[in-house]
Nanobody
């Protein structure tokens, strides 16, 4: 089990940037794939971006490609989501999730450790 704490959310204008951070408690954090998910009111939760254990492989949903960047610093047990050119449709609660894995790929689903989320609100 790993505990995850997100931070960095806030209220911004369209076109602005934010960087979300996900701090993990596990000393074996480098054994976990990590993903950022989001859920807007009245909508289902969706995957935003994921990263493999080493940070060498990533996945992005189409709507954020070219605007968002996921990265990780295993020495600091932290994963980041840099969000640029934010749009009102990016407004959602953003969640960090992790799963301990053997195969070192950027998993899109089956995460079993979740943070409590951080709110991102983008106004036009």
């Amino acid at each position: 089990q790993v505990q995850l704490v997100e931070s960095g959310g806030g209220e911004v204008q369209a076109g602005d940037s934010l960087r979300l951070s996900c701090a993990a408690s596990a000393r074996t954090f480098s054994l976990y794939a990590v993903g950022w998910f989001r859920q807007a009111p009245g909508k289902e939760r969706e995957v935003v971006a994921t990263i493999n254990r080493s940070g060498a492989s990533t996945y992005y949903t189409d709507s954020v490609k070219g605007r968002f960047t996921i990265s990780r610093d295993n020495a600091k047990n932290t994963v980041y989501l840099q969000m640029n050119s934010l749009k009102p449709e990016d407004t959602a609660a953003y969640y960090c999730a992790a799963r301990r894995v053997v195969t070192d790929i950027a998993y899109r689903n089956a995460y079993d450790n979740w943070g409590r989320g951080t709110q991102v609100t983008v106004s036009s």
